[in-house]
Nanobody, 122 residues
Framework: QVRLVESGGGLVQAGGSLRLSCAVS????????VGWFRQAPGKVREFVAG????????DYADSVKGRFTISRDIAKNTVNLQMNSLKREDTAVYYC???????????????WGQGTQVTVSS
């Protein structure tokens, strides 16, 4: 059984930074990536960033390119999302997720964490 636990959310002023972490445990799908998603109130969940198992490839939503950086520590089984220059529109619950195969915004993600709230104030 795969378990994902997010941490690092909180309240930050616009222009500030937060670092989210996702701890992955249980059965591991080596060769597959990890993704970060977010869901704001009244909006559909959207892809934010993804990374391959090796960490050699990354992908970002246009809205966060240049501000967010995804990385992974294979030894610690964690995936991090460094968020800089935060905007009010980044306010959402952030989830990490694991697909059964592949990586990126268009694959199916089968395992999800419980989410962590990020609130950006003006």
């Amino acid at each position: 059984q795969v378990r994902l636990v997010e941490s690092g959310g909180g309240l930050v002023q616009a222009g500030g930074s937060l670092r989210l972490s996702c701890a992955v445990s249980g059965r591991m799908f080596t060769g597959h990536g990890v993704g970060w998603f977010r869901q704001a109130p009244g909006k559909v969940r959207e892809f934010v960033a993804g990374i391959t198992w090796s960490g050699s490839l990354t992908d970002y939503a246009d809205s966060v390119k240049g501000r967010f950086t995804i990385s992974r520590d294979i030894a610690k089984n964690t995936v991090n999302l460094q968020m800089n220059s935060l905007k009010r529109e980044d306010t959402a619950v952030y989830y990490c997720a694991l697909p059964s195969t592949g990586w990126g915004p268009r694959v199916q993600y089968d395992y999800w964490g419980q989410g962590t709230q990020v609130t950006v104030s003006s």
